[in-house]
C-alpha cells in the first residue's frame, strides 16, 4: 500500500513536470479551491482586526481586555448564511459550481448569495492556471501563485474597507526576499533595495501631498505593498508598477466621478491598482520595460 502511494505521487509529479496542460489544470484547480479561502479571508480579516483593536481599546482604557467567549477566526466558526445563519454543507461550498447549483439562493431560506463569491473563485482559478502557463513548473510558479493569491486578498479587502491588513503585508515582503535568495524573480541585491525603495517612494508622495493639501492621501498600507511589490520584483520595475498604478487609478477614479456620481471628497483605494500594476509587473514587466526602452 506505501509502495502504491509512494508510486501515485511520483507519477503525479512526474505528470507535473513533463505536461504543462496537466500543470496548468492542476493549478487552475487548486487556484479555484484558493479562492474559495480567499473568501474568509476577505470577510473574516478585517472583522478579526475591529475586534483585536476594541480589545486593545478595552485594555488600555479599563485595564482589562476583552475577552470573547465565542472563537472567531479564519477556522471557526463554520461558514453559515448571514440571513437565517444556515451552515454550508460541504456540496454547498464547491467552487463557483455550488453557487450555479443553487441559482446564487441559499439553499434553506432562499436568500441571495452574492456573485463575488464566485468571482473571487473564478479569478483566482484563472490567474492561477495564468501564471503556472506563464513560468511552467518549478519554483517561481510556486512563488508566483503564493504571490497572486495575497493580491487577490489584498485587492478586496482595500475594496471594502479601504484596509491593507499587516498580517498579509509584512508576511509579503519576507517572503519575497525568501524567494529572491536564489533568484526567482530577481537578485536578492535588487530585491531588497526594491522593498526599500517602494517603502520610501510612496512615504514621500504621502508626506509631499500632506505638506501641500494639508491632509492625507494615501494609507501606510500602500507603503508596505508597494515594498512587498518591490521585495518580489526588484527596484528596476518599480517605476513600471507606480505608472501603471497611478494610470489605472486616475482613469477609475476620473470614471466614478463622472459617470457614478463618486464625490470628489470620497477617498478611492489605492491598493487594487498597485496590485493590478504589479501583477502585470510580475508577468509581462521585463517585456514591456524592454519594449519601452527599444523605442
Not at 126 to 134: D, E, V
Request: charged share 10%; hydrophobic share 50%.
Amino acid at each position: 500500500m506505501l509502495r502504491m502511494l509512494v508510486f501515485t505521487e511520483t507519477s503525479t509529479m512526474y505528470t507535473l513536470m513533463t505536461d504543462p496542460i496537466y500543470f496548468i489544470f492542476a493549478s487552475t484547480i487548486l487556484g479555484l479551491l484558493i479562492g474559495s479561502f480567499l473568501n474568509v479571508v476577505i470577510h473574516r480579516l478585517p472583522k478579526m482586526m475591529e475586534r483585536e483593536w476594541h480589545a486593545q481599546c478595552s485594555e488600555m482604557k479599563n485595564g482589562d481586555a476583552i475577552s470573547s467567549a465565542t472563537p472567531y477566526n479564519l477556522a471557526v466558526p463554520r461558514s453559515a448564511c448571514p440571513s437565517c445563519g444556515h451552515q454550508i454543507r460541504a456540496w454547498e461550498n464547491i467552487p463557483v459550481l455550488s453557487w450555479l447549483i443553487l441559482h446564487g439562493r441559499c439553499s434553506h431560506c432562499r436568500a441571495p448569495i452574492s456573485p463575488r463569491y464566485p468571482a473571487v473563485e473564478a479569478l483566482t482559478g484563472l490567474l492561477s492556471g495564468l501564471a503556472a502557463w506563464h513560468f511552467g513548473f518549478g519554483p517561481a510558479a510556486l512563488a508566483a501563485l503564493v504571490f497572486v493569491w495575497a493580491l487577490i486578498a489584498l485587492t478586496f479587502i482595500d475594496f471594502d474597507t479601504q484596509l491593507l491588513p499587516d498580517s498579509i503585508t509584512q508576511p509579503l515582503i519576507w517572503l519575497g526576499l525568501l524567494f529572491n535568495l536564489n533568484g526567482v524573480f530577481t537578485s536578492l541585491d535588487s530585491a531588497l533595495i526594491g522593498a526599500v525603495a517602494g517603502y520610501l517612494a510612496l512615504w514621500s508622495i504621502y508626506w509631499l501631498f500632506k505638506l501641500i493639501a494639508k491632509k492625507e492621501g494615501m494609507g501606510y498600507g500602500d507603503f508596505k505593498l508597494l515594498a512587498a511589490i518591490g521585495a518580489w520584483l526588484g527596484w528596476q520595475l518599480l517605476p513600471l508598477v507606480i505608472l501603471l498604478s497611478s494610470l489605472v487609478g486616475a482613469a477609475i477614479g476620473v470614471s466614478l466621478i463622472l459617470f457614478a456620481g463618486h464625490g470628489r471628497q470620497v477617498p478611492i483605494p489605492f491598493g487594487p491598482y498597485l496590485a493590478g500594476g504589479g501583477l502585470i509587473a510580475l508577468l509581462w514587466g521585463k517585456q514591456i520595460t524592454q519594449a519601452y526602452l527599444g523605442l
